[in-house]
């Protein structure tokens, strides 16, 4: 792999040659690194919802290259009075943690032309039940503990490479505050 | 729907019945609430990994239910340099608030006799890719902002709806800080 006149750099499966040039662009003109990203939901019944997902904007564009929308469904398992015909949200905040720390290590890396040849991971996350139902006020209802743990098969050392992953928006987004606002409307 | 003896009461497609005993077994024995999930992720190439969701513990027993995992994929759109072939980490970060913050609605007003016929959602996040880029130090990596707009048919009022709603773990999880510990080893 050698960075040379008329040839794209492939590192960890990203393109490198292209990725910076989106970064330079971005740095010119910062208004460009803004993006919106967008979900649908619909209730179907008890704990089962659905959403969809497709359109988002960034780079001073509206994406249209989505053909069809993602689609994923969330349930509760039988022992919190659901159906099982998903994952519940927590477990797919999980799945977002995972697959952001992931992606950003190795875009990251790419970046700096430090080869990943695996990478795999587990999560846990501690939730006490007490605080959604409301039973306590002394308990959060969310996760109150969570733990990342990565095997990276790398030439790199393992600070470095932490060093990488928590440049991850959903690493921010689950471990620091976030103004949320919600607007309900009845009909 | 009443409430007779012999007679399980249903609303918004929650047992009722069984969530009020689950509600009460954790009340009088608190460490019932103690609930563990869990997500395994391996990375395939560039932007592109996928997640398994399965086991996880809860009212003091490891459950059992879940002949199959449950597996997402997570990609980053052609924009971002990926190949599309699922929705991107902070996408699934929306669909689980979503989802989180509807089922909370649901459940809460089930089980104060609140019937909910219809429930719809959209959602926006805004985030200024410089801070994962590293371009700024003043930008943050993940969203700075999240909306959510919910649609409820129901005769409850909005703001009634709202706190049963922000009773959410995921809305907590965004919303609030959390510890998250990363252990990183290589091989």
Same mark, same amino acid.
């Given at each position: 792999m050698a960075l040379t006149h008329d040839q794209t750099v492939i590192t960890n499966g990203v393109n490198v040659t292209e990725l910076s040039e989106t970064i330079e662009a971005i740095r010119r003109?910062?208004?460009?690194g803004a993006f919106q990203f967008r979900a649908k939901n619909n209730w179907l019944d008890g704990g089962h919802n659905r959403s969809t997902i497709r359109g988002f904007s960034g780079c001073g564009m509206e994406d249209d290259t989505r053909a069809e929308p993602f689609v994923f469904d969330a349930d509760e398992p039988p022992m919190l !009075?659901?159906?099982?015909k998903g994952a519940n949200p927590v477990e797919f905040v999980l799945h977002a943690l995972a697959a952001c720390m992931t992606t950003t290590m190795v875009y990251h890396a790419a970046a700096r032309g430090i080869e990943i040849e695996a990478v795999s991971s587990e999560l846990e996350g501690d939730l006490d039940m007490r605080g959604f139902m409301g039973l306590?006020?002394?308990?959060?209802?969310?996760? !109150?503990d969570v733990r990342v743990k990565m095997r990276v098969k790398s030439n790199a050392n393992p600070d470095q490479l932490a060093e990488l992953a928590t440049y991850s928006p959903v690493y921010d987004i689950v471990s620091n505050s976030l103004p949320v606002h919600v607007l309900i409307e009845t009909f």
């Open positions: 003109r910062p208004e460009l !009075h659901g159906g099982d306590s006020d002394d308990v959060r209802k969310g996760y !109150h």
